[in-house]
Nanobody, 125 residues
Framework: QVQLVESGGGLVQAGDSLRLSCAVSGRTSSSYGMGWFRQASGKEREFVAAISWSGGSTYYGDSVKGRFIITRDNAQNEAYLQMNNLKPEDTAVYFC??????????????????WGQGTQVTVSS
């Protein structure tokens, strides 16, 4: 079993930056893709970013391209989401995700195996 724990959320102002972390524990020897989704109040969960096991391939949702960067450190069993130039519409609960399906397809509903509990990001205008 794999456990995911997010950290780094908080309240920031528009234009600020924030870095989310996702600590992975459990069967970390498996080759999981990692990623981030978010869910704003009253809205469906939205794909944000994903990264392959090797870190060599990354994928982003259209609303965050050019502002967010996903990375991972397999030696530390962590994944990160650097969020720059934050906007009020980025306000949401951000969830870390892990899965064996191709991260390239996570934006179109490919199955996710494991989810974190979420961390709140609030961007004020």
């Amino acid at each position: 079993q794999v456990q995911l724990v997010e950290s780094g959320g908080g309240l920031v102002q528009a234009g600020d930056s924030l870095r989310l972390s996702c600590a992975v524990s459990g069967r970390t020897s498996s080759s999981y893709g990692m990623g981030w989704f978010r869910q704003a109040s009253g809205k469906e969960r939205e794909f944000v970013a994903a990264i392959s096991w090797s870190g060599g391939s990354t994928y982003y949702g259209d609303s965050v391209k050019g502002r967010f960067i996903i990375t991972r450190d397999n030696a530390q069993n962590e994944a990160y989401l650097q969020m720059n130039n934050l906007k009020p519409e980025d306000t949401a609960v951000y969830f870390c995700a892990a899965g064996r399906s191709d991260p390239a397809n996570w934006n179109i509903g490919a199955p996710i195996t494991h989810w974190g509990q979420g961390t709140q990001v609030t961007v004020s205008s």
